[in-house]
């Protein structure tokens, strides 16, 4: 069978199976289809198909596929971080930045200090350091894995759960917009490479005038043209990020977050999104799949992983609890932004796969920080849903 051939069957299969389970098992309530993806990777990979039925697994997924596939989910994820700097709304953060910037901060930073924690036992034993990491890196690679909040997919659970446009909506984004600025700024650090510094001056020298001059071109064009610029944009910065020794994805970010989102229309943006999750995000969370890994036992790697989630939730509902009192929101207030906040999905999928690609973190830890991807963004929507009925007057808030 050609290569084409089992491409298609790899294609097939991606598409169809996570969808049925999602679609006919109803799961969206605490595993939207994203979720089940990831998992439908995880079930798809080495560690599962490929132990209990590898000549099945060798036949669709061979070499050639895969590197097919990666590069589809490549292009897909640009899109999507690259969407996820545009949808910052740093000027409403900006607006109201003591609180903005009291909350992100302890959202954020506690749980960043507990994941470091945990991150600091992982470095005693073997087998979950990466070969080119220091320790520090590793640390707070762990560390923030465990403060993530994915800005996209908080956007989309807001709007399942008709949130997203009330002031309380409003609020979320301002607190998740400074949470991945400095997600993104955390992790250009972490893959600061000194033997390359020079390249990285370069280019953050050349981003800098590029964009002065990127940002007066799209005020001039239609919004027709600033779609097609955009995108040219993001693969020339994404090129040029990637080539100075940081990462692609933080070149897709940066390209993102200089553009203001009122130059496109809202509903565009929300289908463009749609549409990737749709159409080449899937190709992505296999990918993600691909790459776990319970070489080391399957129970060390799920106790990391239930340890890490235990670290990320106790930070986040900690760093909320503290800003909550400092600033005497109303009862539950607290809990339900922590909760909300939660939501890891695909952004911190991308973070693990950043720092796995360059050799941070073992496939081992990149599985257990899958898992407890999974498991926080799984919580959000049940724990959240029953706390919207008991908090009142959040809707009429101030944004």
């Known amino acids: 069978m050609s290569t084409t051939e089992r491409f298609l069957i790899a294609m097939l299969i991606v598409w169809t199976l996570p969808y049925l389970v999602w679609r006919l098992g109803k799961t969206d309530y605490f595993a939207p289809l994203m979720v089940v993806q990831v998992v439908g990777g995880v079930l798809l990979g080495p560690s599962v198909l490929g132990k209990t039925l590898p000549e099945a697994y060798d036949f669709v997924f061979t070499p050639a596929v895969i590197q097919s596939l990666t590069s589809i989910s490549w292009w897909g994820v640009m899109l999507f971080v690259w969407l996820a700097g545009i949808e910052l709304d740093v000027k409403a953060a900006w607006t109201h930045r003591r609180e903005s910037g009291l909350t992100a901060g302890l959202a954020l930073g506690v749980p960043l200090v507990a994941g470091s924690v945990v991150g600091l036992a992982m470095v005693e034993l073997p087998g979950w350091m990466g070969t080119a990491a220091q320790t520090w890196q590793f640390v707070v690679g762990v560390g923030m894995s465990c403060s993530v909040t994915a800005l996209p997919v908080l956007i989309l659970l807001m709007d399942k759960l008709e949130i997203l446009r009330l002031p309380l909506g409003q609020r979320m984004l301002r607190y998740a917009?400074?949470?991945?600025?400095?997600?993104?700024?955390?992790?250009?650090?972490?893959?600061?490479?000194?033997?390359?510094?020079?390249?990285?001056?370069?280019?953050?020298?050349?981003?800098?005038?590029?964009?002065?001059?990127?940002?007066?071109?799209?005020?001039?064009?239609?919004?027709?043209?600033?779609?097609?610029?955009?995108?040219?944009?993001?693969?020339?910065?994404?090129?040029?990020?990637?080539?100075?020794?940081?990462?692609?994805?933080?070149?897709?970010?940066?390209?993102?977050?200089?553009?203001?989102?009122?130059?496109?229309?809202?509903?565009?943006?929300?289908?463009?999104?749609?549409?990737?999750?749709?159409?080449?995000?899937?190709?992505?969370?296999?990918?993600?799949?691909?790459?776990?890994?319970?070489?080391?036992?399957?129970?060390?790697?799920?106790?990391?992983?239930?340890?890490?989630?235990?670290?990320?939730?106790?930070?986040?509902?900690a760093g909320l609890s503290i800003a909550g009192r400092m600033l005497r929101w109303q009862p539950n207030e607290a809990s339900l932004f922590g909760w909300l906040l939660q939501t890891k999905g695909l952004i911190m999928i991308v973070f693990a796969n950043v720092l796995l690609d360059k050799q941070i973190i073992t496939n081992e830890t990149f599985t257990a920080l899958l898992l407890m991807a999974i498991g926080s963004t799984m919580l959000t929507v049940p724990l959240v849903t029953p706390m919207l009925k008991r908090v009142v007057n959040l809707a009429g808030r101030p944004a």
């Open 177 to 317: 917009s400074l949470d991945d600025i400095a997600i993104w700024a955390v992790l250009a650090v972490i893959l600061m490479d000194w033997g390359r510094v020079g390249r990285q001056a370069i280019f953050l020298l050349a981003f800098a005038g590029a964009t002065w001059a990127f940002r007066r071109l799209m005020v001039a064009l239609k919004e027709s043209d600033r779609w097609y610029v955009g995108l040219l944009w993001l693969v020339a910065v994404s090129f040029g990020a990637d080539w100075s020794g940081l990462h692609f994805m933080v070149g897709a970010f940066l390209a993102g977050a200089v553009i203001d989102g009122h130059w496109f229309q809202t509903r565009q943006l929300d289908e463009l999104r749609r549409i990737l999750l749709l159409i080449l995000m899937p190709a992505y969370f296999l990918g993600t799949g691909l790459k776990t890994n319970f070489g080391m036992g399957g129970s060390m790697v799920f106790l990391a992983g239930a340890v890490l989630l235990a670290a990320s939730i106790f930070g986040k509902l």
